[in-house]
């Protein structure tokens, strides 16, 4: 069993910036590909950015390179999404997952944190 806990979402104007933190509840949080996913109101959930936990290779959604970053803390069990040049199209709420790898299916969700941006 692995929890994960998102936190750091919130209201930012365009433009803006915030991570986003993705706590893990076991120290086995090191074997799993962590992934980052969105929803919007009305849409499919998709897929953000992804780390594998072997090599710390990263993916990234197209709408998102450039101005997400990735990344994992693996001694505080801790991934982090920074989000930088926020526009209202990156508005949903954002799920991490752990997974088997980076092409493989979720195997764990956290509950979700809402990110809102507008002026």
């Known amino acids: 069993q692995l929890q994960l806990v998102e936190s750091g979402g919130g209201l930012v104007q365009p433009g803006g910036s915030l991570t986003l933190s993705c706590a893990a509840s076991?120290?086995?949080?090191?074997?799993?590909?962590i992934g980052w996913f969105r929803q919007a109101p009305g849409k499919e959930r998709e897929g953000v950015s992804c780390?594998?936990?072997?090599?710390?290779?990263?993916n990234y959604a197209d709408s998102v390179k450039g101005r997400f970053t990735i990344s994992r803390d693996n001694a505080k069990n801790t991934g982090y999404l920074q989000m930088n040049s926020l526009q209202p199209e990156d508005t949903g709420v954002y799920y991490c997952?752990?997974?088997?790898?980076?092409?493989?299916?979720?195997?764990?969700w956290g509950q979700g944190t809402q990110v809102t941006v507008s002026s």
């Open positions: 997952a752990a997974l088997t790898d980076c092409l493989g299916y979720v195997d764990y």
């Open positions: 076991r120290s086995t949080f090191h074997y799993y590909a």
């Open positions: 780390i594998e936990s072997t090599d710390d290779r990263t």
